[in-house]
């Protein structure tokens, strides 16, 4: 054989390698096993020849992976549910309108939560040809203009207007098949807040 050539041979009796990892692992998992081989597989060099020892049938450890190829367990946040569907103020954009003072007055702070309510059922009817609007869109429509007047919320305009819907006299409707549900004015209603512009002026 000649000076610079050499002649390796390797020989495992009984070796087996089981590994079982997900596709994560596959890195981690060859470094290790090129690690266990590594001292079986180098030759030893004596002087100017390249010489190999013999292998008798060596047991492999069990790899064991870096802490960092674990597995965390990602911790999931439960999702949040939503409203029930009613029309939560903070989601509804208010209805955008220029006020007419000569046609429809201006609010007064003295005026209560229903008859807010009423005013701006009304100037939307007239002018935007809005005939129906929800608690969120006549509490934010009102509120986004006239807060110096005192800002109104959705759960006290449903109970203000729930009592004037009923009787001959009633002031306004819900359209309960609407979601969420929708107020609108009577003839009676109109009659009332065309009084009470009036009273204004």
Do not use: C
């Not at 999702?79 to 201006?106: A, C, H, L, M, R």
């Not at 009423?118 to 002018?127: F, H, P, R, S, T």
């Amino acid at each position: 054989m000649a000076k610079n050539q050499f002649k390796f041979e390797l020989k495992i009796t009984g070796f087996e390698l089981k590994v079982e990892g997900s596709k994560e692992d596959v890195a981690a998992i060859t470094s290790s096993v090129a690690n266990q081989l590594k001292g079986l597989t180098t030759p030893q060099v004596f002087g100017d020849n390249t010489e190999t020892e013999d292998v008798e049938a060596t047991e492999v450890a069990p790899i064991q992976l870096p802490p960092s190829t674990q597995k965390k367990k990602s911790s999931r946040r439960k999702p949040t549910s939503g409203g029930s569907g009613s029309g939560g103020s903070s989601k509804v954009e208010p209805i955008d309108f220029k006020n007419d003072p000569k046609k429809y007055s201006t609010p007064m702070m003295t005026w209560t939560t229903q008859q807010k309510a009423l005013w701006i059922l009304y100037v939307m009817k007239n002018e935007k040809s809005l005939s129906e609007l929800s608690t969120a869109q006549i509490a934010n429509t009102f509120n986004a203009q006239y807060k110096q007047t005192k800002t109104i919320h959705s759960p006290n305009i449903s109970r203000d207007l729930g009592k004037v819907k009923l009787g001959n006299g009633a002031l306004v409707g819900e359209n309960v098949t609407a979601n969420p549900h929708r107020w609108y004015l009577t003839d009676a209603g109109d009659a009332f807040v065309q009084n009470l512009i009036k009273g204004v002026k």
